[in-house]
């Protein structure tokens, strides 16, 4: 059963606490992408990867970082020095003739 | 860089028809997609235009027209289930896939 997963799907953590939110993908995709969502808003991008090793900032990179060590896999962490963490994170990766992105189930972060 | 707007909300009856426009401003244009997103869930993807013209498929049918950075997506047959949020999102043509989202509209069924 092909797809991508998120975990967990709800996260609190305590404010100047650095937290990893994982995504995983089996669709063999090479490209894999982090958004952001907040409430009543569209998405923004935040980092992407198109290669195993190898990543860019999106539009909202700071206060975030990634890493790319396996294809399947591409956790981003939530620094402290995000100023405003508490969103909706979506993970997508992007394969096909279309190259379609495809989103995983998503993390609620809830920083207090 | 990129901009996209597109209506904030818009509601309509169950088994009528609604059309949800997208207008995009965009310094390479490379493909626009249309995504669901029911509340608290992840978008999931609705239909892909490249080239002007019309893609049906079932009770959703998307638009393009390149010249005028004009898209829209058509709902017909309204059911209570496509009470939703839908995303337009366009493309460019630099390296990365990268889309840029517009803000969503909210669409609500009615009864």
């Known amino acids: 059963d092909g797809g991508i997963t998120q975990s967990p799907k709800y996260l609190f953590r305590k404010e100047g606490q650095n937290v990893t939110l994982s995504c995983e993908q089996n669709?063999?995709?090479?490209?894999m992408y982090w958004y952001r969502q907040d409430p009543g808003q569209g998405l923004r991008l935040i980092y992407y990867?198109?290669?195993?090793?190898?990543?860019q900032k999106g539009d909202i990179a700071e206060g975030y970082s990634v890493s790319r060590e396996k294809k399947e896999s591409f956790p981003l962490t939530v620094t402290s020095a995000q100023k405003n963490p508490t969103a909706f994170y979506l993970c997508?990766?992007?394969?096909?003739?279309?190259?379609?992105?495809?989103f995983g189930p998503g993390t609620r972060l809830t920083v207090l | 860089g990129q901009n996209i707007d597109q209506p904030t909300e818009m509601t309509a009856t169950e088994g009528a028809i609604v059309q949800i426009n997208c207008t995009y401003q965009?310094?390479?244009?490379?493909?626009l997609f249309w995504y669901q997103q029911h509340a608290g869930e992840a978008p999931t993807f609705l239909s892909y235009?490249?080239?002007?013209g019309l893609e049906e498929k079932g009770r959703f049918s998307s638009f393009l027209s390149r010249s005028k950075g004009y898209s829209y997506l058509l709902l017909k047959e309204l059911q209570m289930k496509d009470s939703a949020s839908y995303l337009c999102?366009?493309?460019?043509?630099?390296?990365?896939?990268?889309?840029?989202f517009g803000g969503g509209t909210r669409v609500l069924v009615k009864p």
């Open positions: 997508a990766s992007s394969g096909g003739t279309q190259d379609t992105q495809y």
């Open positions: 669709l063999n995709h090479d490209a």
């Open positions: 990867s198109q290669i195993v090793n190898d990543f």
């Open positions: 965009t310094s390479g244009f490379n493909g």
């Open positions: 235009n490249v080239l002007d």
């Open positions: 999102a366009v493309r460019g043509k630099a390296a990365g896939n990268k889309l840029t």
